[in-house]
């Protein structure tokens, strides 16, 4: 069984190509943190796989993903070979991909610019749960309150309540 799951940063921006029938392919190097390895600095390795997909992964991946992105890649192992200018011969180990998945959260900030929140609901929602969430383990932001503008015919109510300490059920 030929069977590769990876979870990764990918290095940098995806290119997308075309084969001259026209088959798209994105040629891509996926950096896979090691578990425990640590160097002397102690700074985490990793391994940077080298992956390739075709047709609609390589479509999708040229769209929306970007470099650092987290993905998931689901594929298999082929070896290859080839000669360089020299008339060397050299081996390739690529993973091909069968599947591909974004793991990177949207952007809290792009998607409050294409959405608008409802004006009855204060309370700030956060649009994704996860260690990558960069609010993540914070505490939730106490709504701000404005108050609606009056117009010239309205005039503006105070209220001036004195409340004790005794009075609050709490």
Do not use: H, W
Not at 23 to 28: A, D, E, G, I
Not at 65 to 78: F, L, P, S, T
Not at 99 to 111: F, G, I, K, S
Not at 122 to 134: F, K, S
Request: with cysteine; aromatic share 10%.
């Amino acid at each position: 069984m030929n069977r590769v799951e990876l979870t990764g940063r990918i290095t940098k921006d995806p290119e997308i190509r075309y084969t001259s029938n026209g088959l798209s392919n994105l040629r891509f190097v996926v950096a896979v943190d090691r578990p425990i390895q640590r160097d002397t600095n102690g700074n985490r390795q990793a391994d940077f796989i080298s992956c390739v997909a075709f047709g609609q992964q390589a479509d999708f991946m040229s769209r929306y993903i970007r470099k650092g992105y987290m993905i998931a890649v689901e594929g298999r192992i082929q070896t290859g070979q080839y000669q360089d200018q020299n008339n060397q011969v050299r081996y390739t180990t690529d993973v091909v991909v069968e599947r591909v998945e974004n793991l990177q959260p949207r952007d809290p900030n792009q998607m409050a610019q294409n959405y608008q929140q409802p004006q009855q609901n204060q309370y700030q929602q956060n649009p994704y749960q996860g260690y990558n969430n960069p609010t993540y383990g914070q505490a939730p932001q106490a709504p701000i309150y404005q108050q609606p503008q009056a117009s010239k015919e309205e005039v503006p109510q105070t209220f001036n309540v004195d409340v004790a300490d005794d009075d609050l059920p709490f």
